[in-house]
């Protein structure tokens, strides 16, 4: 008898634990189809799964690009079984770069509900996102009066786009209160306003003339302020590091963007980063601060010595060598991923760390080459091409012609006769 009433007892503990695990297993989210596998900033993404909670922004949507930080979004609307997102500018800083450029980029998805889910998305069911919307450029129309569709109708707000510039100024400026990006070109208008006012000193500027950053016209990749980087550079700076806040920490109106603005102390070179400034003025310009703490500049990984192009033009006479080296992404500490930040990585493993390559020294130098400075690394090629060479093999100017010898700084001025 009593073997028999354990044996009921266990048996009610067995269903009980096994139910509960079910129901735990039930409300866990899980993602089983996404679509479309192909698309852009401003299209809606669909996810089919389970555990999802119906409603408006009841549910959160992580994206995560490989080797980068997560980033947490609200589902616009979502049943148990499907969630809609209108993939937001805000992910735009996130996508990768090439050559200045954001590129479309495989981010991984996660759907926190009442609970986690349990992991993000294999690489098959990993929607590819690219900076534009594959249905054009066109913004989305209001949706059921509620334009940045925070769950707060537009009568109940002062600014409906939620862009930062109230619907009353966004009038005056003749900017469209229902679109944080009134021109299209990947730029919040209020960071376009606010540096036009930096640019014009604080000053009110007449947004249907021209030239200074302007939410009417498309200008985003224009250096308005002259300090190498691009109003599209700055404002992802803004974005990813300045957490969108209303002071700007980086700012196309300023050289020096300084508490939010263009004045205040300048930013002193850090102990021991004598290579960030690059003009030797003792203090750091917004071109030579390093946005995402790698030891490299912003200017000199977006669009300067950290660029396999502008190689190609100090050597303008010679080869670029083979094979091409993966670029870095200035808004990304650790670019390839294996735990090295950039400024102490070696991109082309001559065993001369990037910050090395930068201070250039008595020899030349290339962060793309393995045989510069050194062309006996164990990188270099051991049969250089024999005409139109790479550096260090330009005959017009080796010391000499015969042999492979690495070139010293400044260059060695070609024979006259």
């Not at 009980?16 to 401003?42: D, M, Q």
């Not at 809606?44 to 408006?56: A, E, N, P, Q």
């Not at 990813?240 to 300023?254: H, I, M, Q, T, V």
């Not at 310009?285 to 192009?309: I, P």
């Amino acid at each position: 008898m009593i073997l028999c009433l354990l044996g009921a007892l266990c048996a009610v503990a067995i269903g009980t634990a096994a139910a509960t695990a079910a129901s735990s297993k039930s409300t866990t989210p899980t993602v089983k189809a996404i679509k479309p596998a192909t698309l852009g900033i401003g299209d809606t993404l669909t996810i089919r799964g389970t555990g999802f909670v119906s409603g408006k922004l009841k549910n959160w949507v992580v994206f995560q690009r490989d080797r980068s930080r997560p980033v947490f979004l609200r589902a616009d609307i979502a049943t148990k079984t499907e969630i809609r997102i209108k993939v937001p500018e805000k992910l735009r800083p996130y996508l990768r770069l090439k050559a200045g450029k954001s590129v479309s980029t495989r981010f991984r998805i996660r759907v926190l509900a009442r609970s986690f889910g349990e992991a993000f998305t294999a690489t098959g069911l990993s929607p590819v996102i690219g900076p534009n919307p594959l249905g054009g450029t066109k913004p989305t129309p209001d949706v059921a009066g509620d334009c940045d569709k925070d769950g707060i109708k537009n009568s109940a707000e002062t600014d409906d786009d939620g862009d930062g510039l109230s619907d009353v100024r966004e009038k005056a400026l003749k900017t469209d209160p229902c679109n944080a990006d009134t021109d299209a070109d990947g730029i919040n208008d209020y960071f376009e306003v606010e540096s036009a006012l930096d640019l014009n000193s604080r000053v009110n500027f007449y947004p249907v003339k021209r030239p200074y950053p302007n939410p009417l016209y498309a200008d985003a990749d224009t250096d308005f302020d002259g300090d190498g980087m691009t109003q599209r550079d700055e404002y992802y700076a803004w974005v990813r590091y300045g957490g969108s806040k209303p002071d700007l920490n980086y700012s196309d109106g300023c050289q020096d963007t300084r508490n939010g603005g263009c004045s205040g102390p300048g930013t002193p070179v850090p102990a021991g980063q004598p290579w960030l400034d690059i003009d030797g003025n003792g203090v750091l310009a917004d071109d030579e601060k390093d946005v995402d703490g790698d030891g490299l500049g912003n200017w000199d990984e977006a669009h300067g010595r950290m660029v396999y192009a502008y190689w190609k033009a100090v050597y303008e006479t010679e080869k670029p060598y083979a094979p091409q080296y993966g670029a870095v992404d200035f808004l990304d500490p650790d670019s390839d991923g294996d735990g090295l930040p950039d400024g102490g990585d070696d991109q082309d493993y001559d065993d001369l760390n990037n910050i090395s390559e930068l201070n250039r020294g008595p020899y030349w130098v290339q962060p793309f080459n393995p045989c510069l400075p050194n062309w006996k690394s164990r990188t270099c090629s051991k049969h250089p091409p024999i005409t139109d060479s790479w550096p260090p093999f330009g005959k017009a100017y080796s010391v000499d012609p015969a042999e492979s010898q690495p070139l010293v700084w400044p260059r060695p001025v070609a024979p006259t006769s």
